[in-house]
């Protein structure tokens, strides 16, 4: 028998496209799904499923797209009947920080009302393994770092962190009820080629390529643990074909947050290297071999001072972690931007 596809919602993402291509190429049959809203720009959400498609036609892939809202639940319960999926991968979501301050319902609508539609159909269409999208931000005020999934999360400092934390919780709870494998992956700050133009290193390149200033909030003062899109692509791909497992060891009286008597688990997905954002901007400046006009401004409310990944239960999971420099991911992403948006 054929072997059923894998769902990925939010396939016209930055994360979702780079994971379709890579699946296709690992010989998987993909339904994506997206509702391509305009949060920002809808051609490059277009031009990154053309892009799928121009290697799909390269190497027979199967591949299918339907531009439909995880929050309709009867759109998606037709793609749940149509497709019957074996595996589903959640990467859509209201992505953002900032943007939660001044738009919350989008926020409850995609990543609360859409999460719980697509986990109910996960529970009646015997799914053998959810893959769903965390965030570092759910560490919010925390600063024991690294961060480790042991840690306690329960003060977020942003609506949108909140919301993923609210998936962790949802998907616990459906593990733990209707035996649904679940594993919820936290990105730390992902970037690369066809990467967000909401992101810092995507406003950063554009501003220094023409010779606008940048804004440099809490006045440099912050780190992030940058992680590259190809490790992230392949530890979701390792995720896929590891369905989480409940842990024989958990302890109910002195509860692991990462594990549970649940088939469910939570991991980091960052580059176990936390960089200042006053390096990663000068990264920036000697690929480009310009020197950027900074503008330097107080820590906007929401954002976190740093991030730092703990990648050590990641590791034993699945035998991976990201690995790439940051000096070799910018120019990467340099090179992919110039292209793209053909400047010389
Ligand atoms: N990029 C990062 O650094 C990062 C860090 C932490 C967590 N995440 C999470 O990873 C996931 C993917 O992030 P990304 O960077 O690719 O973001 P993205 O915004 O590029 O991709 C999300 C996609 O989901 C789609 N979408 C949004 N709401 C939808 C809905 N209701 N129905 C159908 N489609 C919808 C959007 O159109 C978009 O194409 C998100 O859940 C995000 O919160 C990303």
């Not at 036609?57 to 199967?62: G, K, S």
């Not at 609210?166 to 992902?190: C, D, K, M, Q, W």
């Not at 967000?196 to 501003?207: C, G, H, L, V, Y």
Request: aromatic share 12%.
């Amino acid at each position: 028998m054929a072997k059923r596809p894998i769902l990925i919602t939010g396939a016209a993402g930055f994360i979702g496209a780079a994971l379709v291509k890579e699946l296709l190429l690992n010989g998987e049959k993909v339904i994506g799904i997206d509702n391509l809203n305009n949060y920002y720009d809808v051609n490059l959400k277009k031009s990154r499923l053309d892009n799928i498609n121009r290697l799909t036609i390269a190497n027979h892939a199967t591949w299918r797209f339907e531009q439909i809202s995880i929050n309709d639940f009867k759109a998606l319960s037709d793609i749940f009947e149509s497709y019957s999926p074996r595996i589903v991968v959640n990467l859509a979501a209201q992505a953002g920080v900032r943007h939660s301050m001044k738009f919350p319902s989008d926020y409850i609508q995609s990543n609360i009302v859409g999460f719980t539609n697509l986990i109910e159909l996960c529970k009646t269409n015997n799914i053998e393994n959810l893959i769903y999208a965390s965030s570092s931000s759910v560490y919010g005020g925390n600063e024991n770092y690294p961060f480790s999934e042991k840690q306690s999360v329960d003060h977020p400092i942003s609506l949108y962190a909140a919301t993923k934390k609210s998936n962790e919780l949802i998907a616990h709870t459906y593990s733990h009820l209707y035996g649904i494998p679940s594993t919820g992956l936290r990105f730390f700050t992902v970037y690369g080629p066809w990467g967000r133009p909401d992101m810092a290193p995507m406003i950063f390149a554009k501003s220094i390529l023409s010779r606008e200033p940048i804004s440099i909030y809490n006045h440099g003062e912050m780190k992030r643990d940058f992680t590259y899109i190809d490790d992230v692509t392949e530890a979701i791909k390792r995720c896929c074909y590891q369905p989480a497992t409940s842990n024989p060891n958990f302890n109910k009286n002195f509860p692991d947050p990462s594990t549970s008597f649940a088939p469910h688990r939570i991991f980091n997905i960052g580059n176990s290297n936390s960089i200042p954002l006053m390096e990663f901007i000068k990264t920036i400046e000697d690929y480009l071999e310009i020197k950027a006009i900074k503008h330097f401004m107080p820590i906007q409310p929401g954002d976190v001072i740093s991030t730092a990944s703990d990648n050590k239960a990641l590791e034993s999971w699945i035998g991976f972690k990201p690995s790439t420099s940051l000096k070799i991911g910018i120019s990467k992403f340099i090179d992919w931007y110039k292209e793209y948006y053909d400047i010389n």
